[in-house]
């Protein structure tokens, strides 16, 4: 069985919402941030990155979002969530399954550490970033629309992936929507999804 490692509002909470859209069983461990933000420490001693998210299945530990939700995508609930090779919207689903954390969540959680770090808002760097993160917003708000869902017509693991900048981290840093109303729309949708707000109840984090 699977067993996902949540560390407290954080990128774990896309492994519990995909089994719990799956329906399929998994133990729930929870952890503790502490007040730097940082995980406590039988997080970091799961796996040698020490961040989250970590799940297991007997001897294996696997970190890291993508890694973690396509393993999960493609090995349970028949892969209902996953596109594959020779499906019409394979390339949509793959573009935003990665684009959410190897271009989008980079420039947010910069972002999050300027203000942590007490840089001047107006600083050229972080003037750059909140660019950046303006461009992608825009890009993501235009793709929704003209489809429902990330990857097309359906909810797959691409949209569990691309929630996750606009819920939980949201929480840390206050991205305003109102010029995206797209974006707002899906993340409305999202947040009604009974798998969302019974991953919410049981992380404790409704
Ligand atoms: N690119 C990594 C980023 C992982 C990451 O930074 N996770 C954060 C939580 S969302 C974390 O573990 N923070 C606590 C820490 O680093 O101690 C991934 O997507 O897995």
Known sequence: ?????????????????????????????????????????AYKALH?????????????????????IEYLATTQGGAALAAKPGDADYADYLFWFHFAESSLMPELVREIMAEFGGIAFDHPSRQY????????????????ARVPWFAGDRFTAADIMMAFPFTTTRQFTPVDLSD???????????????????????????
Do not use: N
């Open 48 to 68: 040698p990155l020490g961040s989250s998210p970590v799940i297991g299945e007997g001897d294996m530990m696997l970190a890291e979002s993508g890694a973690v």
């Open 180 to 206: 995206y109303p797209h974006i707002a729309a899906f993340v409305d949708k999202v947040e009604q999804r009974p798998a969302f707000r019974r991953c919410r109840q049981k992380t404790g984090e409704e």
């Open 129 to 144: 970033a909140r660019d950046r993160a303006a461009h992608y917003l825009r890009y993501t708000d235009a793709r929704l």
């Open 1 to 41: 069985m699977i067993t996902i490692h949540h560390l407290a509002r954080s990128r774990s909470d896309r492994a519990v919402w995909l089994m719990e859209e799956l329906g399929e069983p998994y133990e729930l461990k929870l952890y503790r941030r502490l007040e730097s933000l940082s995980a406590e420490a």
